[in-house]
C-alpha cells in the first residue's frame, strides 16, 4: 500500500474521532450543566480538547501527504509529529482550568447534587470511546500511524475518565456529594498526565529519538546478514511512518567492489523484510586484516 493511500485510511480514523467527540462533548456539557455535575461538565471539556488534537492530527497526516520537494527532501511526514506537540499544549491548558475550577468547590466544600441523568450520559459515553479506541489502535497498528496511535490511547484515557465520572456522580447521589468535585479534579489530572504523555513521545520523535530495543533488533539483523564481520555502528531514527538507518559494518578487506555491494543490498533486503518500512544506509569498511590470520 502506497504511503498516500495508508495516510487516507489513517484520516478516516481522524473524521470518526472528530465527530464523536464533537458530539459527546456537546451532549456531555448540555447534559452536565443541565444536571448540576461539574464531573460531567469536566469530562466535556476533556472531550472537547480531544476535538483539537483530532483536528491537529487530521491537519498533520494532511500535510504529510504532500510529496518532497527541494527544502524536505525526507518528505513531509513529521507534520503528524507538530501537530500532536501544539494539541498536547492545548489539552494541558484545559486540564489545569479544569483543577482551577473544580478545586475551590472542592477547598469551599460547596459540592453540586448531581442529576442521575448525568451518571448514564458518563457512562454512555465510555462505550462509545472504547469502540473509537479499538477501531483507531487496530488502523494504527495496520498503518504504522504514530499521530493515530496517539488519538487511539487519547480515546482509551478519555474512556477511564468517563468511568471515572459515572462513579463519582453515582458516589455523590449515595451521600458523598465531595466526589462529584473530587472526580472533576482527577479528570483534570488525567488530562494532563495524557497530555505530557503525547508531549513526550512528539517531541522525542522531533529530536530523532530512537528507541534502544528496537535498535538493538535492527543491529541483529546488519549483522546476521551473510559477509558483514562485525557492525561498527548503527543509528536510526523516524520521519512519518519510516525509520531511516545508517550503520557502518566491517567485510573481508579481500572482497572487490562487486561483492561488497551485494552485501549492502542484502542488508536492504533483509530490513525492509524484517522490520517494514525500514530503509538504511550502509558504509562499509575493511575489517582488521591482522585479525583475519
Not at 157 to 174: E, N, P, R, Y
Not at 270 to 288: A, C, Q, R
Request: charged share 20%.
Amino acid at each position: 500500500m502506497e504511503r498516500s493511500q495508508e495516510i487516507k485510511k489513517a484520516e478516516t480514523g481522524a473524521w470518526l474521532s472528530i465527530i464523536v467527540y464533537i458530539l459527546l462533548s456537546v451532549l456531555k456539557l448540555t447534559v452536565g450543566y443541565v444536571g448540576n455535575s461539574e464531573a460531567l461538565q469536566a469530562d466535556g471539556l476533556n472531550n472537547s480538547t480531544d476535538v483539537v488534537v483530532s483536528v491537529a492530527v487530521l491537519i498533520g497526516l494532511r500535510i504529510s501527504r504532500k510529496p518532497a520537494d527541494e527544502n524536505h527532501l525526507y518528505g513531509h511526514y513529521r507534520a503528524e509529529s507538530i501537530s500532536t506537540l501544539i494539541a498536547a499544549l492545548v489539552m494541558t491548558a484545559v486540564g489545569v482550568q479544569i483543577i482551577f475550577n473544580a478545586g475551590k468547590s472542592f477547598i469551599s466544600s460547596e459540592y453540586s447534587n448531581p442529576d442521575m441523568l448525568t451518571s448514564w450520559t458518563a457512562l454512555f459515553g465510555a462505550l462509545v470511546l472504547l469502540f473509537v479506541y479499538v477501531y483507531n489502535s487496530n488502523l494504527a497498528k495496520k498503518l504504522n500511524s504514530s499521530s493515530l496511535m496517539a488519538a487511539a490511547q487519547d480515546s482509551k484515557s478519555d474512556a477511564l475518565v468517563s468511568i471515572g465520572a459515572f462513579i463519582g456522580i453515582v458516589g455523590a447521589k449515595l451521600g458523598a456529594p465531595w466526589l462529584d468535585s473530587l472526580t472533576a479534579v482527577i479528570v483534570g489530572i488525567v488530562i494532563i498526565k495524557t497530555a505530557l504523555s503525547i508531549f513526550h513521545e512528539a517531541s522525542t520523535l522531533l529530536t530523532d529519538g530512537f528507541d534502544q530495543n528496537r535498535l538493538a533488533l535492527l543491529r541483529q539483523t546488519v549483522a546476521s546478514t551473510s559477509g558483514v564481520m562485525e557492525v561498527k555502528d548503527i543509528k536510526a531514527r523516524e520521519h512519518g511512518n519510516k525509520v531511516y538507518v545508517d550503520t557502518t559494518i566491517l567485510v573481508n578487506p579481500l572482497l572487490n567492489v562487486i561483492e561488497s555491494h551485494k552485501i549492502t543490498e542484502d542488508i536492504e533486503r533483509k530490513m525492509m523484510i524484517e522490520h517494514k518500512n525500514t530503509y538504511v544506509l550502509v558504509h562499509i569498511e575493511p575489517y582488521d586484516i591482522k585479525e583475519l590470520s
